[in-house]
């Protein structure tokens, strides 16, 4: 599969690599307008909120399908 979505500051040797182009792709979560992930930064309570509002409407669109 080839990704949509790539960092700049998630290397394609870094461990994480894969998940964080695959939850970016599929919509879950995004970066920032700079095209970094900046995956070291602490995420706050309204970003996990975000994301898993993301992940709710995904399954639920997928399930119409």
Known sequence: TVNKK??????????AYAAVNKVADNGT???????????DRVMTRYE????????VYLQDRNKQK
């Not at 790539?6 to 461990?15: E, G, L, Q, R, S």
């Not at 979560?29 to 995956?39: A, H, I, L, N, Q």
């Not at 996990?48 to 992940?55: E, H, N, P, S, Y």
């Open 6 to 15: 790539t960092f700049k500051d998630v290397p394609a040797d870094h461990w």
């Open 48 to 55: 996990l909120a975000q994301m898993f509002a993301r992940f």
């Open 29 to 39: 979560m995004s970066g920032y307008s700079d095209g970094t992930f900046r995956g």
